[in-house]
C-alpha cells in the first residue's frame, strides 16, 4: 500500500515554520510569565487587526469562549437560547451550563448552517414553553459564515443577540466583513487541528463593545476588579497560557498563505468530485477557511471503507444531532423533526483538508472517492 495520508498534516507545517518556532517558546521559558506574559497581548492585537474587531480577548478554549461570551451578556436560567441541531457539543453546552434553555434549529442542506426561518420558529417555540428567547448561536459550521443578513432580520424582529461560533471559521469573510465582526459576540477555537491552532488548547471572543470587552477580561480571571483579589463577578480561570499566544503568533505569519493554499485544494476537490457526490456549497458573498471539506454521499459506510482500504482517512462531523444525544433530550425542538440535520448526519462525510496536501495525494483521495461510487453521476 502507498504511503498513509494525514487528515490534519500538523507536522508538515511544524517543518515550515522551522526554528523561528522553537525561538518563540524558548523565549516565553526565558522570561518565564507563563500567565498573561507579553506574546497574550501582542496576539490579541494582531487577531485585532486581522479581523477588524477593536477587543479581543484570548482565553482557554473554544469552550470557554462560548461560555465568557454568554456570561457577559447575562444568560441563565428562564432564557431560551437557539442553537443549530448539527454542530459541535460545546455550542449547545455553553448556554446549558448557564442553565438557560437550548432551543435547537434546522439547517441548511448545502451550507449546513443554522436556517434563518427555522430560527423563527424555534423563537415560537421558546415563547410557547414562557421562556425569554435572547440569543442565537450562528456556528459558521465547516468554515463558512452564516446567512447573518437574514439571521439579523430576525434577531432584530424578536430583540435577539446573536453570538458567532466561529471556532472554525476564523480568517473567513461575509461580504466585506471578516469573522471576528459578524456577531455581537464573536467565538473562536484554537484546538490544534481547527484552521488557526495551536499545540494545546485556546481560544479567543471578539467584540466591538467596550461594555462587554471589560466585562470578558474580568471574567477571564475570576470576576476580577480593579485590583487581584478584587471579584466583582462570579467568573471563571479562563486565561490563555503565554506559551500557546507564542505559537499562535508563529502560526499567524503563515496563515493568510495557509488560507490561500485551502482554497486551492477545496477548488481541487470541487472539480474532482462534483460530477460525482454533492459538495459543499460556498455562498458567493462568502469565503471559507475550509476547515473541513465535507460532501454528501448516499452510501456512506461504502465509500469509508474504499478509503480506508487505500490508505485515505475521512471524518464524520457530525454522526449525531444534538437533538438526538442523551446529553441534551430535555432541550426543545424548533420541530419536533429537524429533518436536514438527521438527514445530512447520515450522509456526511469528511475528506482531509490542509495546507499541506499535495497534489498527488489529493488525486488518490478524488480516485478513491470515484471507485467507491462507481463514478456514477449525480
Ligand atoms: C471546536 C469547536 C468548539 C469548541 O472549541 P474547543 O477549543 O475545542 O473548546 C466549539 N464549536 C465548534 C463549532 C467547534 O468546532
Same mark, same amino acid.
Given at each position: 500500500?502507498?504511503?498513509?495520508?494525514?487528515?490534519?498534516?500538523?507536522?508538515?507545517?511544524?517543518?515550515?515554520?522551522?526554528?523561528?518556532?522553537?525561538?518563540?517558546?524558548?523565549?516565553?521559558?526565558?522570561?518565564?510569565?507563563?500567565?498573561?506574559?507579553?506574546?497574550?497581548?501582542?496576539?490579541?492585537?494582531?487577531?485585532?487587526?486581522?479581523?477588524?474587531?477593536?477587543?479581543?480577548?484570548?482565553?482557554?478554549?473554544?469552550?470557554?469562549?462560548?461560555?465568557?461570551?454568554?456570561?457577559?451578556?447575562?444568560?441563565?436560567?428562564?432564557?431560551?437560547?437557539?442553537?443549530?441541531?448539527?454542530?459541535?457539543?460545546?455550542?449547545?453546552?455553553?448556554?446549558?451550563?448557564?442553565?438557560?434553555?437550548?432551543?435547537?434549529?434546522?439547517?441548511?442542506?448545502?451550507?449546513? #448552517?443554522?436556517? !434563518?426561518?427555522?430560527?423563527?420558529?424555534?423563537?415560537?417555540?421558546?415563547?410557547?414553553?414562557?421562556?425569554?428567547?435572547?440569543?442565537?448561536?450562528?456556528?459558521?459550521?465547516?468554515?463558512? !459564515?452564516?446567512?447573518?443578513?437574514?439571521?439579523?432580520?430576525?434577531?432584530?424582529?424578536? #430583540?435577539?443577540?446573536?453570538?458567532?461560533?466561529?471556532?472554525?471559521?476564523?480568517?473567513?469573510?461575509?461580504?466585506?466583513?471578516?469573522?471576528?465582526? @459578524?456577531?455581537?459576540?464573536?467565538?473562536?477555537?484554537?484546538?490544534?487541528?481547527?484552521?488557526?491552532?495551536?499545540?494545546?488548547?485556546?481560544?479567543?471572543?471578539?467584540?466591538?463593545?467596550?461594555?462587554?470587552?471589560?466585562?470578558?477580561?474580568?471574567?477571564?480571571?475570576?470576576?476580577?476588579?480593579?485590583?487581584?483579589?478584587?471579584?466583582?463577578?462570579?467568573? @471563571? #480561570?479562563?486565561?490563555?497560557?503565554?506559551?500557546?499566544?507564542?505559537?499562535? @503568533?508563529?502560526?499567524?505569519?503563515?496563515?493568510?498563505?495557509?488560507?490561500?493554499?485551502?482554497?486551492?485544494?477545496?477548488?481541487?476537490?470541487?472539480?474532482?468530485?462534483?460530477?460525482?457526490?454533492?459538495?459543499?456549497?460556498?455562498?458567493?458573498?462568502?469565503?471559507?477557511?475550509?476547515?473541513?471539506?465535507?460532501?454528501?454521499?448516499?452510501?456512506?459506510?461504502?465509500?469509508?471503507?474504499?478509503?480506508?482500504?487505500?490508505?485515505?482517512?475521512?471524518?464524520?462531523?457530525?454522526?449525531?444531532?444534538?437533538?438526538?444525544?442523551?446529553?441534551?433530550?430535555?432541550?426543545?425542538?424548533?420541530? !419536533?423533526?429537524? !429533518?436536514?440535520?438527521?438527514?445530512?448526519?447520515?450522509?456526511?462525510?469528511?475528506?482531509?483538508?490542509?495546507?499541506?496536501?499535495?497534489?498527488?495525494?489529493?488525486?488518490?483521495?478524488?480516485?478513491?472517492?470515484?471507485?467507491?461510487?462507481?463514478?456514477?453521476?449525480?
Amino acid at each position: 500500500m502507498s504511503e498513509p495520508i494525514a487528515f490534519v498534516d500538523l507536522q508538515a507545517q511544524r517543518q515550515r515554520l522551522g526554528e523561528g518556532l522553537r525561538r518563540a517558546i524558548d523565549a516565553v521559558l526565558e522570561h518565564g510569565q507563563f500567565i498573561m506574559g507579553p506574546e497574550v497581548n501582542e496576539l490579541e492585537g494582531r487577531l485585532g487587526q486581522m479581523s477588524g474587531a477593536p477587543h479581543v480577548i484570548s482565553c482557554g478554549s473554544g469552550t470557554d469562549a462560548l461560555l465568557l461570551a454568554l456570561l457577559a451578556q447575562g444568560v441563565g436560567t428562564g432564557q431560551a437560547v437557539i442553537v443549530p441541531a448539527l454542530t459541535f457539543a460545546a455550542t449547545a453546552e455553553a448556554p446549558a451550563l448557564l442553565g438557560a434553555n437550548v432551543v435547537f434549529a434546522d439547517v441548511e442542506e448545502d451550507t449546513f #448552517n443554522i436556517n !434563518p426561518q427555522s430560527v423563527e420558529d424555534a423563537v415560537g417555540v421558546a415563547k410557547g414553553a414562557g421562556l425569554t428567547p435572547t440569543a442565537v448561536i450562528a456556528v459558521d459550521l465547516f468554515g463558512q !459564515p452564516a446567512d447573518y443578513d437574514a439571521l439579523e432580520t430576525v434577531a432584530q424582529a424578536h #430583540n435577539l443577540w446573536i453570538l458567532a461560533d466561529a471556532a472554525q471559521s476564523f480568517g473567513a469573510r461575509y461580504k466585506t466583513r471578516r469573522v471576528g465582526t @459578524l456577531g455581537a459576540l464573536t467565538a473562536t477555537s484554537f484546538f490544534p487541528a481547527k484552521p488557526l491552532g495551536g499545540y494545546g488548547d485556546g481560544g479567543a471572543v471578539f467584540t466591538r463593545d467596550d461594555t462587554l470587552a471589560a466585562a470578558l477580561r474580568s471574567l477571564r480571571v475570576h470576576g476580577q476588579g480593579a485590583s487581584k483579589y478584587d471579584h466583582v463577578r462570579v467568573g @471563571l #480561570n479562563a486565561r490563555l497560557d503565554t506559551i500557546q499566544a507564542a505559537v499562535l @503568533l508563529q502560526k499567524l505569519q503563515i496563515f493568510e498563505e495557509e488560507l490561500v493554499q485551502r482554497d486551492v485544494i477545496a477548488r481541487r476537490y470541487q472539480e474532482g468530485l462534483s460530477r460525482h457526490v454533492q459538495v459543499p456549497r460556498l455562498r458567493p458573498e462568502c469565503t471559507s477557511t475550509w476547515a473541513q471539506y465535507t460532501v454528501r454521499v448516499p452510501d456512506r459506510s461504502r465509500v469509508v471503507s474504499t478509503l480506508a482500504a487505500r490508505g485515505v482517512p475521512t471524518a464524520v462531523h457530525y454522526p449525531t444531532p444534538l437533538h438526538q444525544q442523551p446529553a441534551f433530550q430535555s432541550c426543545l425542538r424548533a420541530q !419536533p423533526h429537524l !429533518p436536514v440535520a438527521e438527514a445530512l448526519a447520515q450522509r456526511v462525510l469528511s475528506l482531509p483538508m490542509h495546507p499541506y496536501l499535495r497534489p498527488e495525494v489529493q488525486e488518490r483521495i478524488i480516485e478513491g472517492v470515484l471507485v467507491a461510487t462507481e463514478g456514477r453521476s449525480l
